[in-house]
């Protein structure tokens, strides 16, 4: 298998515009989750789905920021407007509930700048 | 609610010497403890998992990690680092909620360097 795929690896926009981050998760896996990783905060979960459903959006941090899995193979991340501090790198991770246990795997993220 | 706290932002040791990374856990019920590794420019990726099963758990490229209930930990070691160990790890919590959210919370990361 390719692994969680992410595109663009990079993004470089001006603030105020649009910007779409993608993710194909691993094929079987019912799991995804968005998290954003900067240095100040660390690693935060933004959002994720089960089955294509979306679970738990508590991490999203404002209405600007919106995510969709409109089927099992594919999901995406909207931030609109962009801001500067929304620069940071944005992962997407897949799993499967396997015994319970949640092992997920990671894409080599979106490292995304808005200047 | 559940967390992890990870000791320590930075650590340094020589190659050769012994690594040991602090992870602590907070959770209302039977956690799941990951150690996952970060190389610059990539994703993550796991070392090791305990899922309720030994208590020492061993994990890739000559980790282990050792479930202490009594003391909540789940602290990641290796006997000898090499230079390739240098990255940054990350310790996450996930609950056993038999059906209900299977999300990993992660701690804020080491970042370990090894000196030659």
Redesign the interface.
């Known amino acids: 298998d390719a692994g969680?795929i992410q595109s663009p690896r990079h993004e470089v926009t001006e603030m105020g515009q649009e910007v779409t981050l993608r993710c194909k998760p691993i094929s079987g896996h019912d799991?995804l989750?968005w998290?954003r990783q900067t240095m100040m905060r660390?690693?935060e979960?933004l959002i994720?789905f089960?089955n294509n459903v979306p679970?738990?959006d508590s991490g999203m941090p404002e209405d600007r920021f919106s995510a969709k899995m409109p089927n099992a193979s594919f999901s995406t991340l909207k931030i609109q407007p962009s801001e500067p501090r929304d620069s940071a790198v944005y992962?997407c991770?897949s799993?499967f509930?396997r015994?319970?246990?949640?092992?997920?795997?990671?894409?080599?993220?979106t490292r995304l700048t808005v200047v | 609610a559940q967390s992890v706290t990870q000791l320590g932002s930075h650590v340094s040791v020589s190659e050769g010497a012994l690594v040991l990374l602090r992870c602590n856990y907070s959770s209302s019920v039977p956690p799941y403890l990951f150690w996952y590794v970060q190389y610059p420019n990539q994703g993550l990726q796991l070392l090791l998992k305990y899922t309720s099963a030994a208590t020492l758990v061993k994990g890739i490229n000559g980790f282990e990690a050792e479930f202490k209930k009594s003391e909540t930990s789940f602290h990641l070691t290796k006997p000898s680092a090499h230079m390739s160990d240098a990255a940054e790890y990350f310790c996450a919590v996930s609950g056993n909620y038999g059906g209900a959210t299977n999300k990993l919370i992660f701690g804020t990361g080491t970042l370990l360097a090894v000196q030659p």
């Not at chain 1, 015994?99 to 993220?109: I, L, N």
């Open positions: 969680v799991y989750f998290y660390g690693l979960l994720y089960n679970i738990d992962f991770a799993s509930r015994d319970r246990v949640t092992e997920a795997f990671f894409g080599q993220g």
